[in-house]
């Protein structure tokens, strides 16, 4: 939601000396002693200001559309009750919030959770509950849309629960918006601390209660495993088409196997072309596009490098087969692959069939099930590297945050913001060592609706100068957002244990978005194809900072290796491969120290499979939840997974039964399959139950 646009300023002095006399000689409402404190000044609007609106409560909202505000006594209880009415379409919304000032917001604690209460009648469907928050170093600040609410012709209680509030925050605002043609009436508002006081942790798992613990599996790969797709069975896709061996190219021998981690047993699966470093992207039904890979090896005479290949597969889970569909326009060896919100899919970058930058915009069409002609999609002709990480923000443009594969960063400032529709590129600054982020990582921060991206490591190829520690964060709310300096990477050692100096970080960074809202960052080398770098830490959003120290995978993961989240909320990580050619063919798995922590909850019910955007959903838990969210499932390779995404799911609890609440903007949670996690109050996630959007 946007800012207010009216303005304020009269609306505060008026609103802060009724306040003050309100108070003092009519008191507001309180609640009986003994129950949970209500924290809304004003909650049943019975105190009116000098212009005859309540205090504590303000006229806001933006755009074209005609509207009014009015108090109305045909109330929920007592005398009042507000009225929003949007009379005619446009742009924008109407909603009345809770006024923006130290004496009418309610007090909060980072960490904590609050349960937000409401009574409403509405004609409109298009309506939500909106949540602002104010940060001690920011000021005022959008925070989230809580709750899409339905047309009732009678008052209705809604009653939501808040995300943990985030750090830096101390008060919050929130109020109802209608931003369709229609009427709203609210009535006796509530705000309490619905945080439950911290069980006693008890663990016997030794170190792995803070650290994890790592398993290497007693069986080997059957295949090289450059890129890896979580299925929506939970299965894992391993692809290798020629697994960066030449004489398998030679020999057509092109190599992919479903991984089935519940049994620990693969399927060979028939690979039709050599898909080794090809792009590839969850479609919205499930199955997966690839996209490009190696139509060549580099000539011995080195009259050709690397050659991008045309040819494009679609694998669909159920058949466990690749069918083509129509070539891309260009060839493409390391092309980027971003799912967007209509369920397109935008491929940037990488090198075409003459081993040259690649430079069109190519644009697969989900509705036709094609890869649109040069000429059907916009074009900037502009060379984005190799698997540049092209994030999709919450209005549909995307972010390129720096990290590539393969050699110096691009001209400029080396992270920009391209708008397919305006076919417009947009320089952001602030990433520092811009051409050292040679196979760093890019994330998008739990959760999505904060828009926060933090971009890790690097170093280059090239130059093959020490990998860094470099860690840079980007809020991409902002109308100019600029990335600002992170948290170090910590340090870790080398083969041999000798320990890194204090510049010394890695390459080949794999960062996994967990169920806990946190991300665990494994895996690296020093150099490229060279000098593992053992080292894990967590990093934790709502603090900016890094625990190091966490358990350290015992095989060496640098080139060609990746780590992903299983439904089971534990980190498989898969390959390594030296500059020796040699390949690793181990694979890990990692139990965070949550899985050490007690029983995990269980979702024992949910009310369908199918969610539309801005619906609310329901399931029944068998223990006390903290949170629920969505978590889309990995299509990793080359430290790039730029569709990792983590969406939050406001809560509405009643009992063992959980509303759960679906952001209604599909740039935030793409169309397509995801995890649903619940974590229960010990921070102990479910198992996964899989569930559609869109």
């Known amino acids: 939601m946007n800012r207010p646009v009216m303005s ?42 000098s212009s005859g609106f309540p205090v504590c409560w303000e006229k806001s909202g933006w755009g074209s559309s005609g509207y009014s505000f009015a108090v109305t006594h045909a109330a929920h209880s007592g005398t009042n009750a507000m009225t929003v009415t949007l009379t005619s379409a446009g742009s924008g919304d109407r909603k009345a919030m809770m006024l923006e000032d130290t004496s009418c917001a309610p007090n909060v604690t980072p960490g904590h959770q609050y349960d937000l209460s409401a009574w409403y009648q509405t004609t409109t469907p298009n309506t939500v509950m909106t949540m602002f928050r104010h940060d001690v170093a920011q000021g005022w600040v959008y925070w989230t849309d809580l709750a899409s609410l339905a047309p009732t012709t009678g008052w209705t209680q809604s009653t939501v629960r808040t995300p943990q509030v985030p750090a830096n925050t101390d008060q919050i605002v929130w109020g109802i918006t209608i931003y369709g043609v229609g009427t709203l009436q609210t009535d006796d508002y509530e705000t309490a601390d619905a945080t439950l006081p911290a069980p006693e942790q008890s663990c016997s798992a030794g170190t792995a209660c803070t650290k ?31 697994g960066n061996n030449p004489d398998d190219f ?11 981690p519940g049994n620990g047993t693969f399927t060979t699966i028939a690979t039709p072309e050599d898909l080794f470093c090809s792009g590839h992207v969850q479609l919205p039904d499930g199955r997966v596009l690839v996209m490009g890979g190696n139509k060549d090896y580099p000539a011995a005479d080195g009259s050709h490098g690397y050659k991008g290949l045309k040819n494009s597969y679609i694998f ?33 970058g990488g090198l075409g069939e003459d081993s040259n930058g690649m430079v069109a915009t190519q644009y697969f069409s989900n509705a036709q099930q094609r890869w649109l002609g040069l000429n059907e999609a916009h074009q900037t002709w502009n060379f ?27 001209s400029g400032t080396g992270s920009s913001i391209y708008d397919y529709n305006a076919n417009t590129v947009t320089p952001v600054d602030g990433l520092r060592k811009k051409d050292e982020r040679d196979q760093s990582m890019s994330v998008l921060l739990p959760p999505a609706q904060d828009q926060k991206v933090l971009t890790m490591g690097g170093g280059n190829i090239e130059s093959n100068p020490d990998a860094h520690r470099l860690t840079d964060l980007i809020d991409l709310k902002p109308a100019n957002p600029v990335y600002t300096a992170g948290p170090a990477l910590p340090g870790g050692t080398v083969t041999g244990g000798a320990p890194e100096t204090a510049a010394q970080g890695k390459m080949y960074v794999s960062a996994v978005l967990l169920p806990d809202g946190k991300v665990f960052e494994t895996g690296g080398g020093l ?14 959003p709502a603090t900016n900072t890094f625990t190091p120290g966490m358990a350290t995978d015992p095989v060496p993961r640098t080139y060609h290796s990746s780590a992903f989240l299983l439904p089971d909320g534990r980190v498989m990580a898969v390959g390594d491969n030296p500059g020796n050619g040699t390949f690793d063919m181990r694979i890990s798995v990692y139990s965070p120290s949550y899985l050490f922590k007690g029983a995990r909850p269980h979702i024992t019910g949910i009310s369908g499979t199918q969610w539309a955007y801005g619906s609310q959903q ?39 039964t959980i509303g759960l609440n679906l952001t209604s903007n599909p740039n935030l949670a793409p169309p397509g399959w995801y995890m649903l996690f619940a974590v229960g109050t010990n921070g102990v996630p479910s198992v996964a139950k899989w569930v559609h959007v869109g």
């Open 250 to 260: 030679a020999a057509k021998t092109f190599k992919s196997a479903v991984y089935h």
């Open 212 to 242: 994890g613990a790592w398993a290497v599996m007693p069986f080997n790969s059957t295949v090289r495993a450059i890129h890896a797709v979580v299925l929506r069975s939970g299965d894992v896709l391993l692809v290798a088409g020629s």
């Open 316 to 348: 669909d889970p159920a058949t466990n087969a690749y069918t083509r569909v129509n070539d891309m326009t260009a060839g493409s060896w390391y092309p980027s692959a971003t799912a967007m919100g209509n369920g397109d899919v935008i491929s940037l």
């Open 384 to 410: 984005w590297g190799l698997y540049p990480s092209m994030i999709l923000m919450q209005d549909g443009r995307l972010f390129y945050t720096g990290s590539h594969v393969f050699g110096n960063g691009l």
């Open 618 to 656: 329901s399931i029944t838990v068998d223990a006390p939840i903290l949170k629920a969210e969505l978590i889309r499932p990995a299509a990793v390779t080359h430290s790039s997974d730029p569709n990792q995404r983590f969406v939050d799911l406001p809560l509405t609890v009643n009992g063992n």
């Open 527 to 540: 150099h490229n194809r060279a000098d593992p770098v053992y080292e894990a830490s967590m990093y934790d």
């Open 8 to 49: 304020r300023r009269d609306r505060l002095r008026i609103a802060q000396l009724t306040v003050l006399t309100l108070v003092l000689f009519l008191g507001l409402p309180q609640l009986p002693a003994g129950a949970s404190a209500n924290l809304v000044g004003n909650p049943g609007l019975e105190a009116l200001d």
